[in-house]
């Protein structure tokens, strides 16, 4: 079973994810987030305290599929953050990023979540992956932004797509959407 959990910032995306594990022993959190500065390293951490301890944590960006082993269960969180991380490593310190390298960020990003959604599949697994709803707010002022949004816009409908079920997380409110 592949499960998608949107919405917004807050909006409970991550406690609704790991509640469809609450019983669970055998999980793998997928965790994408890089400590960067001392908010983030306090979001890890407040992310860590969330989780059950008997629940294995791998932490990747790249090659996802290695985090497959012996349980059935696995939670990646978050796609979001997957792709900051993704696109950045790939466009560098570019001011302007062409629809051709915006095209091969959005492919790199989708191949490694396709290549995980597949091999999960594969395995009979299951899988819910976390991603934030970007298109809600303002009109990012800057071309970054813009190109942030959009290929994590296009992301989300491909794996939307991939997925037996989706979610739109609102006021910690889960809604079932597909």
């Keep these: 079973m592949i499960i998608l959990v949107t919405g917004g910032a807050r909006s409970g995306k991550s406690t609704f994810a790991e509640s469809l594990y609450e019983y669970k022993k055998d999980v ?8 960067w500065d001392k908010e983030m390293e306090e979001r890890v951490k407040l992310h860590q305290r969330s989780r059950p301890s008997c629940w294995r944590t791998y932490e990747a960006n790249y090659l996802l599929v290695d985090a497959l082993g012996e349980e059935r269960n696995y939670l990646l969180d978050c796609i979001t953050v997957l792709t900051s991380n993704i696109m950045f490593d790939m466009t560098k310190e570019e001011e302007y990023i062409d629809y051709q390298l915006q095209s091969q960020v959005e492919d790199k990003i989708y191949e490694e979540l396709y290549s995980l959604i597949k091999a999960v599949e594969n395995k009979k697994y299951n899988l819910v ?3 934030n709803e970007v298109g809600y707010s303002l009109v990012p002022e800057n071309h970054i932004g813009r190109v942030f949004r959009d290929i994590q816009g296009r992301i989300n409908q491909r794996i939307a797509a991939l997925s037996h079920e989706v979610y739109l997380v609102c006021c910690g409110i889960p809604v079932k959407i597909k």
């Design 129 to 131: 992956l976390v991603t």
């Design 28 to 35: 793998v959190y997928i965790a994408t987030s890089k400590i």
